[in-house]
């Protein structure tokens, strides 16, 4: 890959992030910039990111509950939406078409209703990326979203193996066997260690396994990595899986982005349709708004699950791209689309930074769509008689919580959004609570007691930094601790004013040569006093 291009992923990315955008918005600007200069991506840069979305499928199916994807709010919002607003965009294209407008002039109903259903869905990538740099894949709307997205992209892979022409190999079914793989596959990854054979681990699984063995059969090879993600989902090993893989997935990912841009731009009047088609994600947000809302979600879960599905996807590009080889769209569609994708990204980007601090009480107008009756995992949150609270309960977290009671009784409980970590925690006799502490809503509805002391145990740091501003906001005036990962976070927390940021990495051998001098006491030489 041309070194060029990397410098300027690599100065856009840095930008974008210091103007308080996500770098995928900067990389996707590098894209434009290298195509305007000329900068090609080449067969390498277009095999790293077919790669970056392989592994990301793979990653999402690992964390897959299919009994999810069975609940009512999943799949009736995925098929309703992608139904109704198939049928407003195929409808406007033929409207617009028939007044004559630019490009949309001689469009047919097939195309229209192709274009229809390319716009209609959500990109996984996008959507998943932010969802993880924010730490919100585990809470409801993400959970929501994602189960939406997968249900899309299973849309999106069988209108591609019908519309292209090529049926799957007969022997595909055979595919359906692959369940049997879980156990000697798990076996495996339990005997691969904790280093760099895990890695490979997955590469093979989702690569050779995976896409490998659908491409044979004639099915989309993304969809392959996905099933056999699923395939191990739900075993403990399957969490440090995922983790040793996510580097790698974010790394190969920046050339999915810089590809988009590369796709080049197309004629002003068809760069005109293009931003029309990005002012028409307005449509798409409200729709799912409206849709969650009607399923019992609170104002803010409903804005952000919105959001994080409102740009446009990249199977929208193959979708176009096929619909186009079959004769139904004309072949300028297809960079049209491509630039609509980019361009959704961009919007929606800045929308989904300013909704994470929404606060429905400030904006009282959202919650007019909240149903009365909330849903089963949005319901009021008590602490009773707890005087310690340690927010998020993942590795860090549940190890606070055991010492704390063990040093001061009955007294600690627990915060967490995942419903498997909380499901685990309870599983151990820990008093836990699932909920989404960075919801503003979150505090207001908190019944919160004589807490005294709060630890923000979450593993993202701008999760911390907002729930902590959030509970200042509510006036709570007791203790506040957090972790960190590197040093300038420990500054901001500082900044923010945390009564206590610990430093998991640089103090981690401290705790170490503490506990072993605790148990260890008779074989520790004792220093002598300075003079």
Known sequence: MDPILIGIAFLLGFAARQVGQPPLVGFLVAGFVAHACGIQ???????????????LLFLIGLELDLRRLLKFEIWATASGHAALSTGLFAGAAIAAGAAGLGALAGLTWEGALALGFALSFSSTVFAVKNLD????????????????????????????????????????????????????????????????????????????????????????????????????????????????????????????????????????????????????????????????????????????????????????????AVAAQAGWLAPHWPGVVAVAVAGSFILVAPFQNAAHALNPHKHRWLTRFERRRRHSEEQPILLTDARIAVLGMGRVGTGAYADLVAHCGDV??????????????RELGHRVIQADVTDPAFWHRLERGR?????????????????????????????????????????????????????????????????????????????????
Request: glycine share 10%.
């Open 412 to 425: 600690v409980i627990g915060v967490e959004v995942d419903a498997a970590k909380v499901t685990a925690a």
């Open 133 to 320: 740099d924010r730490g919100e894949r585990s809470a409801m709307h993400g959970r929501a979203a994602i189960g939406i997205l997968v249900l899309q992209d299973l849309f999106a892979v069988i209108f591609l193996t019908f519309a292209s022409g090529k049926l799957p190999e007969v022997w595909a079914v055979a595919l359906v066997g692959v369940i049997l793989l879980r156990v000697p596959l798990l076996a495996v990854l339990a005997r691969a260690g904790h280093g760099e054979l895990v890695i490979l681990f997955g590469l093979f699984v989702a690569l050779g396994l995976g896409a490998g063995g659908f491409g044979v059969a004639g099915l989309k090879p993304d969809l392959g990595a996905l099933v056999l993600g699923a395939v191990l989902a739900g075993h403990p090993r399957t969490r440090e899986l995922a983790h040793s893989l996510f580097p790698l997935k974010d790394l190969l990912l920046v050339g999915f982005f810089l590809q988009i841009g590369l796709s080049g731009l197309p004629t002003w009047e068809h760069l005109a349709v293009a931003w029309f088609l990005v002012a028409c994600v307005s449509v798409k947000i409200v729709l799912f708004f409206l849709a969650f809302a009607q399923l019992r979600f609170r104002a803010r879960s409903s804005v952000l699950a919105a959001l994080a599905l409102g740009s446009y996807s990249e199977f929208g590009l193959i979708v176009c």
């Open 41 to 55: 991506g080449g067969a390498a840069l277009n095999a790293v990111a077919d790669l970056g979305v392989t592994l």
């Open 451 to 531: 807490i005294e002391l709060i630890l923000l145990a979450m593993p993202a740091h701008d999760s911390n930094i907002h729930a902590y501003e959030l509970l200042r906001a509510s006036n709570y005036e007791g203790k506040v601790a957090a972790i960190a990962r590197f040093p300038d976070e420990v500054a901001v927390l500082q900044e923010a004013g945390v009564d206590v940021a610990f430093n998991m990495y640089a103090e981690a051998g401290a705790g170490f040569a503490s506990h072993v001098r605790s148990n260890l006491e008779d074989v520790i030489p004792i220093a002598s006093p300075k003079p």
